[in-house]
C-alpha cells in the first residue's frame, strides 16, 4: 500500500533527475501559460483595469529597464532606484513652480518655468502645459548629473577597493534613505501635484474610460523604449553595454573601456529613472513614500522578465501592472453572495502586495526569469 | 626580433604566489607553445603578461618596451590579444557583434578587417547574425579567435584552445591556429594537448610548480624522454 503511494512521487523524482531539460522547459511553458492565461481574462473581464494597468506597467517598464541594465552591468541591486524616481519628480517640481515648501523651509526662487508666458496652458486636451515639460527636461539632466557623481564618490571607490555586491547594495540603500530625507526635508509629507484640480477621463470605445494624460504616459513610454531599444542594439556604446552585461572579464579583455561603459549606464539609468519618476507623479502624485512603494513592482518585473534583460523588463513590468491593477477588482460570488472579500481583502492598500506574489512565484518556478538565461 | 618577453616573473592570486620567477620569449612570427602539469602556472603567466594578475616582481616586454603592469586594455592598444580558455564569447551578442566588440577601440573604418576575418572561418562566416550562445563548442572557439583578431594584433596569447573540443574540431582549430601565424602573428599557446601543439611549435617550453622545467624546439622537446614520459602519456 505504502509503495503504491511513494511510486509516483519516486517515479517522478527520477524522471526529474534524468530529464532537467524537460522538466524546466515543461515549468516555463506552465508559467507563460498562466500569465497569458490570465492577461487574457483579464482583458476581457475587466477591460478598464486592463487599460490603466498598462499605464501602470508602462512607467514601471522605464524603472524596471534602468534597474536591470545597473544590475546587468555592476552585478548589484539598485535600491536607491524608486527614490532615485520620486526625487527626480520633485526636482521637476521645484523647476516648474520655483518653489521649496517643508516643514520649516520655504523658498520661492521668483522664477520658474511656470512664468514662462503661457507654460501652465495645457496642451491639447492634456492638463498641463509646455512649463512640465520642459521641467522634466531639467530634472533628467539633474538626474543623470547626480547618477554620475554619485558613481564617482561612492560606487567607483567601492569597485577600486573590490567590495562585494551586499556593500554595494547597501550603499545604494543608504543613498535611498537619503534620498527620501531631502525629499521630506525640502517639500514635507503632504502630497503634492504638478497641476491640482480634477482632470475628466474621456470616454472610448468598450467603455474605457482614459484621461489624455495617461494616453502621453504611455505614448512617452513607447517612444522612450524605442529609443532605449535603438542605443543598445544599433550603437557601439550600446553594444558594448550587452556586452559588458554578457561577460565583463571578456569586455576588459577586449579593450573595452569599461568605466566609460559604466558612466553610460549611469546616464542611461538616470534618464529613464527622471521620465519615470515624473510620469509616476502626473498619473498618481508627489509623495515622499511613493518612491519606496514602487520598489517592489521595479524588481519584481525585473526578475520576471530576466534580471539583466530590457525585453524582459519591459514585459514583466507590463504583467506586474496588469495583475496589481486587475487584482482590485476581481469579485467572486457563490450563490449571489461576494465571498472574496472575506477570504482576500484586496483593499487598494494590498496593490503592491500583489507584486510581492508574483515574485516568490517566479523565484520558485523560474529564477533566471522569463527571457533569462540559465545561470 | 623578439615580440614579447617576461623576465623573471613573480605573481600569483592575492597572497598566494603561483609563478616563482618564470622567463619565456616568443619571437616574431613564431609559435610557441608552453605544457606542463596541472597548477604549474601555464594560465597564470598568460594572464600576468597580459595584465590581468599583477606582476610582483620581474619585467614584461613588448617590442623591446617595458610594459609591466599595464592594463589589458592598454596591452590590447599595442597588438595583444588574448583569449581565454572558457567564456570566450558573449553570448547574447550575434557573431557580427562580437566582432565588432573585438574592435572596440579602433577608430578607423574595420569593416574590410571583418570581412577578412570571417572569410577565415567560413562557417562561423554562415552564421553571422545568429547569437553565440547558440554555437557549437568548435564554432565558439573560432569566434573568439576571430575576436581576438581584430586588431591585427602582432600576438595572440591563447589558454587552451583545444579544450573540451570534439577530436575532429581539435584538429581544425590547430590548423586554423597554423594559418592565423602564416599570416604574420605570432602565437603563444597554454596546452594540455602538448603532442599536438608541440608538433606545430617553432618551440616549446614546459613548466612545472611555478617554474621553467624545459626550453626547446617542438620536436625536441617532443622526442625528450622526460616530456613523453610525464606529459605524453608514455
Known amino acids: 500500500m505504502i509503495r503504491a503511494i511513494a511510486g509516483p512521487a519516486e517515479l517522478l523524482n527520477k524522471a526529474r533527475e534524468r530529464y532537467p531539460a524537460v522538466f524546466e522547459n515543461l515549468g516555463t511553458a506552465a508559467l507563460w501559460v498562466l500569465f497569458a492565461g490570465l492577461l487574457i481574462a483579464a482583458l476581457i473581464l475587466y477591460t478598464q483595469l486592463f487599460i490603466v494597468g498598462v499605464i501602470f506597467g508602462s512607467i514601471i517598464a522605464l524603472g524596471a529597464i534602468g534597474l536591470t541594465l545597473i544590475y546587468g552591468i555592476m552585478k548589484f541591486a539598485h535600491f536607491a532606484h524608486g527614490d532615485m524616481m520620486m526625487l527626480a519628480a520633485y526636482l521637476a517640481f521645484f523647476a516648474l513652480t520655483g518653489r521649496i515648501i517643508g516643514e520649516r523651509t520655504e523658498v520661492d526662487l521668483g522664477w520658474s518655468l511656470d512664468r514662462l508666458p503661457g507654460a501652465t496652458t495645457g496642451l491639447g486636451p492634456l492638463s498641463f502645459g509646455y512649463g512640465l515639460l520642459l521641467a522634466m527636461l531639467v530634472a533628467l539632466i539633474a538626474t543623470v548629473a547626480l547618477f554620475i557623481v554619485l558613481d564617482h564618490l561612492i560606487y567607483r571607490r567601492l569597485r577600486r577597493r573590490g567590495s562585494g555586491i551586499v556593500i554595494f547594495a547597501m550603499a545604494s540603500l543608504g543613498i535611498a534613505i537619503t534620498a527620501r530625507s531631502v525629499i521630506l526635508m525640502l517639500w514635507g509629507a503632504e502630497p503634492r501635484f504638478y497641476v491640482p484640480g480634477i482632470h475628466p477621463a474621456h470616454e472610448f470605445p468598450f467603455g474605457i474610460l482614459l484621461k489624455a494624460d495617461q494616453i502621453f504616459i504611455f505614448a512617452t513610454v513607447a517612444i522612450v523604449a524605442i529609443l532605449v531599444y535603438f542605443l543598445l542594439f544599433r550603437t557601439r556604446i550600446g553594444k558594448a553595454m550587452r556586452a559588458t552585461s554578457d561577460n565583463p572579464e571578456l569586455a576588459r579583455v577586449s579593450g573595452i573601456d569599461t568605466d566609460q561603459v559604466i558612466t553610460w549606464t549611469w546616464a542611461i539609468g538616470g534618464a529613464l529613472v527622471a521620465v519615470a519618476g515624473v510620469l509616476l507623479a502626473i498619473q498618481a502624485q508627489l509623495k515622499p513614500e511613493l518612491g519606496f512603494t514602487i520598489l517592489l513592482p521595479l524588481f519584481a518585473a525585473a526578475i520576471l522578465g530576466g534580471i539583466g534583460s530590457p525585453q524582459g523588463a519591459l514585459i514583466g513590468a507590463m504583467i506586474v501592472g496588469i495583475t496589481q491593477e486587475v487584482s482590485l477588482g476581481i469579485e467572486l460570488s457563490i450563490a449571489g453572495r461576494d465571498i472574496l472579500p472575506q477570504i482576500l481583502p484586496l483593499a487598494p492598500g494590498y496593490k503592491f502586495a500583489v507584486a510581492f506574489v508574483i515574485l516568490i512565484l517566479i523565484l520558485l518556478v523560474r529564477p533566471q526569469g522569463l527571457f533569462g538565461a540559465k545561470a | ?234
Open chain 2, 1 to 234: 626580433m623578439t615580440v614579447l618577453e617576461a623576465r623573471e616573473v613573480v605573481s600569483g592570486y592575492g597572497e598566494v604566489e603561483i609563478l616563482h620567477e618564470v622567463s619565456i620569449r616568443v619571437e616574431e612570427e613564431e609559435i610557441v607553445t608552453i605544457i606542463g602539469p596541472n597548477g604549474a602556472g601555464k594560465s597564470t603567466l598568460l594572464k600576468t603578461v597580459f595584465g590581468l594578475l599583477p606582476c610582483k616582481r620581474g619585467r614584461v616586454f613588448f617590442d623591446g618596451e617595458d610594459v609591466t603592469g599595464q592594463s589589458p586594455q592598454v596591452m590590447v592598444g599595442k597588438g595583444m590579444s588574448y583569449v581565454p580558455q572558457s567564456d570566450n564569447v558573449f553570448p547574447t551578442l550575434t557573431v557580427q557583434e562580437n566582432l565588432e566588440m573585438g574592435a572596440f577601440i579602433r577608430r578607423d573604418n574595420y569593416r574590410p578587417k571583418m570581412e577578412e576575418v570571417l572569410a577565415l572561418f567560413p562557417d562561423v562566416m554562415e552564421r553571422r547574425h545568429t547569437r553565440a550562445g547558440k554555437l557549437s563548442g568548435g564554432q565558439r572557439q573560432m569566434l573568439a579567435l576571430a575576436r581576438a583578431l581584430m586588431l591585427e594584433p602582432r600576438i595572440l596569447l591563447l589558454d587552451e584552445p583545444s579544450a573540451s573540443l570534439a577530436p575532429n574540431m581539435v584538429e581544425l582549430v590547430f590548423a586554423k591556429i597554423l594559418d592565423i601565424n602564416r599570416s604574420g602573428v605570432a602565437i603563444i599557446m597554454v596546452e594540455q594537448n602538448a603532442r599536438e601543439s608541440l608538433k606545430l611549435s617553432h618551440r616549446g617550453y614546459v613548466l612545472a610548480m611555478g617554474q621553467n622545467r624545459l626550453e626547446g624546439s617542438g620536436e625536441s622537446l617532443l622526442e625528450s624522454e622526460e616530456v613523453g614520459k610525464t606529459y605524453l602519456g608514455g
